[in-house]
């Protein structure tokens, strides 16, 4: 797991950090509140190690992951 | 993804993809996340994890109420919580019914948009156009 603080889009971060959970905090959104635009606080392949982080944190924050929904080879059915 | 009216919100998805996949904001008293859900006309809940319900500063272990869900896998009991808010596309809904459960992590979304959020609107789904639209 990496912290950080860096502020960017959530394009940019998408394609910086390819297959991983970032923890956003949430400066900009569009008009239908998607978020995009952010400080990146925390990203990591594990997401437990973001919800460790995001715990103790107040405020808007984004979590999501950059790379393919559901992962490859999966399909939904709940 | 654009807003048609003011009463009409369209969403446009690959119909292609393994789930219609949307940003959604849990809000409780004083804390947001904004999360990936799946559109889930099939869930009677909204559904949130157990741990987004905490940092929203719930405490779903000792909710009152508590419900059977059936999965395509397994019956489960799991507490119902009401979450201040939850918004997506731009509309927000007040006191909106959650239950709490973990998605296992291929998931890689953080929930499901179910009905409890889904059954105040018109859900108009062309899967041929790929157009998601809300009233």
Same mark, same amino acid.
């Given at each position: @797991?990496?912290? @950080?603080?860096k502020i960017a889009t959530i394009e940019e971060l998408e394609k910086q950090y390819p297959d991983e959970w970032l923890l956003v905090e949430v400066l900009e959104e569009d008009m239908l509140s998607n978020p995009i635009k952010g400080r990146l606080v925390a990203h990591s392949k594990a997401r437990d190690e973001i919800d460790e982080i995001s !715990?103790?944190?107040? =405020?808007?924050?984004?979590?999501?992951?950059t790379g393919e929904i559901p992962k490859k =080879?999966? !399909?939904f059915c709940f | 993804m654009f807003l048609a009216d003011d009463n009409? #919100?369209?969403h446009r998805f690959d119909p292609k993809a393994p789930g219609i996949v949307l940003f959604v904001s849990v809000c409780g008293e004083d804390n947001k996340r904004r999360v990936r859900m799946v559109l889930d006309t099939g869930s009677t809940f #909204?559904? %949130?994890p157990w741990k987004i319900a905490q940092e929203l500063g719930y405490?779903?272990?000792v909710s009152k109420e508590?419900?059977? %869900?059936?999965?395509a896998s397994a019956v489960i009991y799991a507490p119902i %919580?009401?979450?201040?808010? #939850?918004?997506?596309?731009?509309i927000v809904i007040n006191n909106v019914n959650v239950v709490c459960h973990n998605l296992p992590d291929t998931s890689r979304v953080d929930g499901l948009l179910g009905l409890s959020y889904l059954r105040n609107f018109k859900v108009e789904i062309d899967f041929k156009k790929g157009i998601l639209t809300l009233v």
């Open positions: @797991m990496i912290i @950080m603080i !715990a103790d944190l107040k =405020g808007d924050y984004s979590i999501f992951f =080879g999966y !399909a | 009409m #919100v369209e #909204v559904l %949130i405490k779903p272990a508590w419900t059977r %869900i059936t999965t %919580i009401t979450l201040k808010a #939850v918004a997506t596309l731009g």
